[in-house]
């Protein structure tokens, strides 16, 4: 492992259940742990300055892979102390932004000039006669989601109580003969100098025993995919495989957990222990956490027997951990039609779910989540009584619209903003526990869609970003959450698919192909 490590990093805080972030540090995907993607202080952006005119790219910063997790941000932090390999102090007070990309790397850069990282680690070359790299195409069948390399792919978490970054990293490592071994590794790293904690990193292994077939975790089949989520003292990752067809065999979703400052492991949960598939797609997006420490989850096609054998294709699942080191399913509301969607490939786990806070529900369910898949459905679920499986829909709302989720929808103002593939960007209205469409605008979105994010000021100066990337369509743009009126657009940004803008401090950081993109007020007058 290569380091350059010049930075100390001295703030404590902590992570909790909220639905808007009220603070000036983004640490989880989608900015909190209901995943909402709103950051509800941003006081610099507003709809009054964000044009053509006021607003547009300052710099980037060159990485060197692609980036597919959420860029992340801790604030105020104060650095100065001698880094461990000789190489300098670094002092004074930065705003840090930290990367991961698909090269096996992570960043730390000041998050408001362009230059040189302040720390970076790097996964990958040679040690102790063993060669280290990323998984290729090849290495995985071709399945081309994440091309052309497979390293990090998942949005890390931070923990400021212990100034910890934690995140998943995949590898493939060829020692004399040659032999190949592949690996995925949870990393701990202090965020003041990039250096492995708690004696990690940890290699990701699991089984069930009661498993009829795939009772091993495999990891060349499988993807760190979703965000890393830290809950009460735990880490879960939650992976699934490459594509359908998997020429390893039979695979699962697994959620496995991880005590956040000894990295043992405390949890394992497979989805469909006596059948298959059923993974852990969401496009990106982490499992979403209640106040209790719950985990909400969407599964894809496969395997559904429920109750009988403990197998939950295209279900929505509330996990619960308790004392004994289970996590179990405590409750779930399956799609009436499953079979149907699992065998033509409709996935409801393209998406996931988002929590919803108690000012939309209503008497009869004052608990709600939401989330959508490949059917192009929107499910509002009461979280208390999720409503199991029936042979019709016993959810508390299906909408249907046009295109298909890739991802998940942010939240603003009793309003929901869904970016479909092969439809539009939506404004949906929450309120009094029932879902209406208010409008859709702009241009007919291409796959995947869009995931957006929220900034504002409170209840006002409501901001929508969007980001779509494919390989022949890559656009930026940013609404007015009021009235979806247009503000600015950039054709040219370098988007991954599935990226998430994080808004905060009067910038927004797009990731992209071997860069991240900053933009903010080309003014700071305005």
């Known amino acids: 492992m290569i380091k350059k490590i010049i930075l100390l990093i001295v703030f404590i805080s902590t992570f909790n259940f909220a639905l808007a972030n009220d603070s000036l540090n983004v640490l989880t995907y989608h900015d909190n742990a209901a995943r909402t993607g709103w950051n509800a202080s941003e006081k610099i952006l507003k709809p009054s300055n964000v044009s053509k005119k006021k607003f547009g790219l300052l710099f980037n910063y060159p990485v060197d892979g692609k980036v597919y997790g959420q860029p992340l941000y801790v604030s105020n932090l104060k650095m100065g102390s001698p880094t461990q390999d000789g190489s300098g102090t670094t002092h004074g007070i930065h705003n840090v932004l930290f990367i991961t990309t698909e090269h096996d790397s992570v960043y730390a850069f000041d998050a408001d000039n362009p230059g040189a990282a302040l720390w970076e680690d790097h996964f990958l070359g040679v040690s102790n006669g063993v060669t280290i790299e990323s998984v290729s195409q090849e290495d995985v069948n071709n399945c081309g989601q994440i091309t052309p390399e497979i390293g990090i792919t998942d949005t890390p978490v931070i923990d400021l109580t212990t100034q910890t970054i934690y995140l998943v990293a995949m590898t493939k490592e060829i020692t004399d003969g040659p032999v190949t071994h592949f690996y995925h590794r949870l990393h701990a790293l202090d965020i003041t100098t990039g250096v492995e904690k708690f004696g990690g990193p940890v290699e990701i292994q699991a089984s ?112 619960q951990p308790d004392g004994a080191n289970s996590l179990s399913v405590a409750d779930s509301f399956t799609l009436y039609n499953q079979q149907d969607l699992s065998d033509d490939d409709q996935d409801l786990g393209s998406g996931g779910p988002l929590l919803l806070p108690d000012e939309v529900g209503n008497a009869d369910h004052p608990h709600l989540l939401v989330g959508a898949g490949k059917d192009g459905v929107i499910y509002l679920v009461d979280r208390d009584h999720m409503g199991g499986y029936n042979t019709t829909n016993q959810d508390v709302q299906d909408l249907p619209m046009q295109g298909r989720e890739f991802g998940i929808p942010a939240y603003f103002n009793h309003h929901l903003y869904f970016g479909f593939a092969e439809g539009k960007l939506s404004q949906v209205k929450i309120e009094k526990g029932k879902l209406s469409l208010v409008r859709t605008v702009g241009p007919t979105l291409g796959f995947p869609g869009t995931v957006p994010s929220v900034s504002s000021n409170g209840k006002t100066n409501g901001i929508i970003w969007t980001a779509l990337g494919t390989n022949k369509h890559q656009v930026f743009r940013a609404y007015d959450a009021k009235n979806m009126k247009l503000l600015y657009e950039n054709k040219t940004p370098s988007v991954t698919k599935f990226a998430v803008p994080t808004v905060i401090n009067g910038k927004v950081y797009l990731g992209g192909s071997g860069e991240v993109q900053v933009y903010g007020l080309l003014n700071r007058n305005n």
């Not at 969407?298 to 395997?303: C, I, P």
């Open 208 to 319: 069930v025993p009661q498993t009829q077939s795939g009772d091993v975790f495999n990891p060349i089949s499988y993807k760190e995919r979703c965000g890393l989520v830290l809950s009460n003292g735990v880490i879960y990752t939650s992976f699934a495989s490459h594509c359908d067809m998997n020429k390893w065999g039979k695979y699962h979703g697994w959620v496995l957990g991880y005590d956040a400052q000894t990295l043992q492991q405390k949890y394992v949960f497979n989805s469909t222990p006596n059948g298959s598939e059923a993974s852990f797609w969401a496009s990106g997006a982490a499992p979403a956490v209640d106040e209790k420490g719950n985990l909400y989850l969407m599964t894809g096609n496969g395997t559904f027997d429920g109750p009988v054998s403990q197998d939950w294709g295209e279900s929505f699942l509330r996990l």
